[in-house]
C-alpha cells in the first residue's frame, strides 16, 4: 500500500538481504558439506519401455544439513555452480557413481548404466573427458555403463567446444543424454553433430499428455526425431499409467518417474533390484 511504502520498502530489502545472507551461509556450509558426509546421491530407475525391465538409474545428489535440514539440489547446485564448488562435488558425484554401479555389477544385479548429471562449469572445464575416464579406471568400471546427461543450454553455450568434448567421450565408450530435450534450443543442426545417445524428453510435456492434445504432438515428433538420428528416447517424469500407455503407444524407448520409483537410497534401490518385479 502506498501509505505504507517507506516500510514495504524496508521490508523489501529485508528480505533481499536475508535471502542472500542464506545463499552465503549455504555457500559456506557447502565448503564442508562432503568431508562431513552430508551429501549422498539417490538413485531413479530408468525402465525399458519393451520388456519393463530397469536399464538405467540416474543418481541424484542430495544435501542434508544438520541444521537447515534437507536442501533441494535446485537450490544449492546453482550456488555451487557460481562458486565454483560445483567441480569438486561433481566429481565425487561421478567418483560415487561410478563406484556404486561398479559393486552393484559385482554383485551380480543384471547389467545397467549409472546416468550423472553434468553442469555447464564442468562440462566447459578442460580435461573433463580425461578427469571421467581416469574416474572410471580407477573404479574399474566399463565405459559403456556411465552415462553423462547434459541440458541443451550446456551444449549451446559454445557448441564447437561442446561437440570436441563429446566426442573425447564418445571415443572412451562414454554415453551422452540431452536432458530436458525440448525445452531449450537445439539446432537440429547441431544435434547431428553431436553425437549423443538418448534424448531425455523434459517432463513438462509428459505432465499433461492425456489432456493437452500440443504437448502430445510434442513428445510424438521428438520420439520420431529420435527415430530418425538413430536416438534413443526416454521420458522423464512419468507418474500415471495413461502417461505410460501413450509413450508405449508411440515408441518411446524408456521412461522414468515416480509411476515406477522415485529416487531411492542405496538400501532401498539395492532391495527394488533384488525384487524388480515389484516395479
Ligand atoms: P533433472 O536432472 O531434470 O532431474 C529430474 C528431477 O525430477 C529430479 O529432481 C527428480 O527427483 C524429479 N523427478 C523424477 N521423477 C519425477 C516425477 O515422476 N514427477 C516429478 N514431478 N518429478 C520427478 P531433483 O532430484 O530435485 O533434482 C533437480 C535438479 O537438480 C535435476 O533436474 C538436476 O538438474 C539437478 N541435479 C541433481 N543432482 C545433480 C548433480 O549431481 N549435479 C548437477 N550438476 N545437477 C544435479
Ligand atoms: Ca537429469
Ligand atoms: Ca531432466
Ligand atoms: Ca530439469
Known sequence: ???????????????????????LSLENALRYAQVRGELSLHYQ????LCDGKIVGVEALLRWHHPEFGMISPCEFIPIAEESGQILLIGEWVMRTAAKAMKEWLDIGF???SVAVNLSAVQFHHAHLSKLV??????????ACYFEIELTESVTAQNPVHAIATMNELNAKGIRLSIDDFGTGYSSLSYLKRFKVYKLKIDQS?????????????IVKTIIALGKSLGL??????????EQLDFLKENGCDEAQGYYFSKPLNVTDLEALLKHPEII
Do not use: C, H, W
Not at 530407475?45 to 525399458?48: F, G
Not at 575416464?133 to 566399463?142: A, C, M, Q, Y
Not at 534413443?232 to 499409467?241: N, S
Open 133 to 142: 575416464s581416469s574416474i572410471i579406471d580407477e573404479v574399474n568400471l566399463p
Open 1 to 23: 500500500a502506498k501509505q505504507n511504502g517507506r516500510n514495504s520498502y524496508r521490508f523489501f530489502t529485508s528480505e533481499i538481504q536475508s535471502r542472500s545472507a542464506r545463499i
Open 205 to 217: 510435456f509428459i505432465r499433461d499428455i492425456s489432456i493437452d492434445p500440443e504437448d502430445r504432438e
Open 45 to 48: 530407475p530408468q525402465v525399458s
Open 110 to 112: 543384471p547389467a545397467m
Open 232 to 241: 534413443k528416447t526416454i521420458a522423464e517424469g512419468v507418474e500415471t499409467k
